[in-house]
């Protein structure tokens, strides 16, 4: 469980990197509010297709050491666009990149560690608390690492993001494979089922609150006179 708890730590520096800054630097490369919004659910979108993909992906190869760095590659590759093109419109592809490989990182994680503890699901809050700790600690460093700079995140996001798909790979795989709906056929099995259907309804309002706010949080706080350490103490 120490390798799975070391896992979750290095994943959620990149997470305390891009999570509070992100749009902040899309700000400061001139684009505007709307296309910042414009910008994050267009990822939110991809993020919505990928993920499922990646999990039938896992569902097939549970016990694949490949999965989970290509999809560290894939987000640092897009990283690093992000950090090259600066406003032009391979902002976003990059942008995509980047969403296509984060979310298959923590979702793989996450399967994998709860098949690990079994029904004792204690031992996963365990495990899982470590990487809100990281993330706790790390944001205040982090802002005042990147000082005046936006672009000195992507010296700690990138890195972090390899790294953590690297530990990730010391995770056991899965003890068998899953033979689950076509990712066509999916969303109608999970709606089907009413309490998780009744979950997913207070979670689109609960998350269209959060992202509504998170979005342009750093930014006000950024306006109003706020440092990158303030804004990650925040």
């Known amino acids: 469980m120490a390798r ?8 959620y520096v990149a997470v305390a990197a891009y999570s509070p800054f992100l749009q902040p630097y899309y700000q400061a490369l001139g684009i505007s509010l709307g ?11 991809v993020a919505l297709v990928s993920s499922p993909t990646w999990g039938a992906l896992h569902d097939r190869s549970p016990t694949s050491r490949v999965l989970l760095p290509v999809a560290a590659v ?7 666009g992000l950090a090259s093109f600066g406003a032009s419109l391979l902002l976003i592809p990059s942008a995509a990149a980047f969403a296509i ?36 600690v790390c944001t205040p460093i982090i802002g005042l690492a990147i000082g ?10 990138i890195p972090s993001v390899l790294l953590g798909g690297l530990a990730a790979t010391l995770l056991p795989g899965r003890a068998g494979g899953v033979r689950a709906a076509s990712l066509r056929q999916a969303p109608g099995r999970v709606l089907g089922h009413l309490p998780i259907a009744l979950f997913l309804i207070g979670a689109l309002v609960g998350w269209t609150a959060v ?15 706020a440092s990158n350490e303030q804004i990650g103490w925040a």
């Open 4 to 11: 799975a708890s070391i896992a979750y730590v290095v994943i």
């Open 35 to 45: 296309a910042i919004g414009a910008l994050v659910a267009f990822t939110s979108v």
């Open 74 to 80: 894939i987000a640092a590759l897009g990283a690093l």
């Open 101 to 136: 490989g984060m979310s298959g990182l923590s979702p793989m994680m996450d399967v994998r560690v709860l098949d690990l503890v079994g029904s004792d699901r204690t031992r996963y809050a365990r495990v899982r608390v470590w990487g809100s700790i990281s993330f706790m």
């Open 148 to 157: 005046e700079n936006y672009r000195n995140l992507f010296f700690l996001l």
């Open 211 to 225: 992202y509504a706010q998170n979005t342009f949080f750093s930014i006000y706080l950024s306006q109003i006179g």
